[in-house]
Nanobody
């Protein structure tokens, strides 16, 4: 599976961005997809994940209500809608997937085998 993340950019605080993760490979529909981010100088952290069917999302507690993850298996995409952005959301955002991640391990980046290249989101104050 190959992943391509896009949609990052510069936005003012309070604004919105929609990130997209495009996948190649027929197994995409069988896998959980996760979004992670890595702020400057910090470790990679979990943002959101969604089940293979796209029916059940999971979020980092601090981001609930502002971010929405979705998955379209027909298009082999998984999007992250980000609203009410704050300067603290500035980071490189990565999408990831793989067969070793499940509903009890989706927060762990080490469980994901395939990663996109990352897209930079910068939120100005």
């Amino acid at each position: 599976v190959q992943l391509q993340a896009s949609g990052g950019g510069l936005v003012q605080a309070g604004g919105s961005l929609r990130l997209s993760c495009a996948a190649s490979g027929r197994t995409f529909s069988n896998y959980i997809v996760g979004w992670f981010r890595q702020p400057p100088g910090e470790e990679r952290e979990f943002v959101a994940a969604i089940t293979p069917t796209g029916r059940t999302p999971f979020y980092a507690d601090s981001l609930k209500g502002r971010f929405t993850i979705s998955k379209d298996n027909a298009k082999s995409t998984a999007d992250l809608q980000m609203n009410s952005l704050e300067p603290e959301d500035t980071a490189v955002y990565y999408c990831a997937t793989g067969g070793r991640v499940g509903v009890t391990s989706y927060r762990l980046p080490t469980r994901y085998d395939y990663w996109g290249q990352g897209t930079l989101v910068t939120v100005s104050s």
